[in-house]
């Protein structure tokens, strides 16, 4: 896939987003009402490294978590 870790194989994942409006209760509104909902996707971060991989160097997409805890060697 294009955006998917070399290394732990995060992709992106689909989710949603509430849309709200109203006072809540406890702020001496009539409450908070759902007035839409639309579907959207998070992605996360990847990025394109040279890395050494069996002795070789190649290009592989890796995201940033799995970058900065070390579990690459990067090309020189």
């Known amino acids: 896939m ?3 870790c070399y290394i732990c194989g995060k992709k992106p994942v ?4 509430v849309a709200r409006r109203g006072m809540a209760k406890s702020k001496g509104g009539v409450g908070v009402r759902i007035t839409g909902r639309s579907l959207r996707r998070f992605l996360p971060n990847i990025q394109e490294v040279r890395a ?3 002795g070789k160097t ?3 997409k890796i995201c ?3 970058l900065k805890a ?3 060697v990067k090309a020189v």
């Open 2 to 4: 294009a955006r998917e």
């Open 14 to 17: 689909s989710g949603g987003t």
């Open 52 to 54: 050494v991989i069996g």
């Open 58 to 60: 190649k290009k592989i």
């Open 64 to 66: 940033t978590k799995c």
């Open 70 to 72: 070390g579990k690459i």
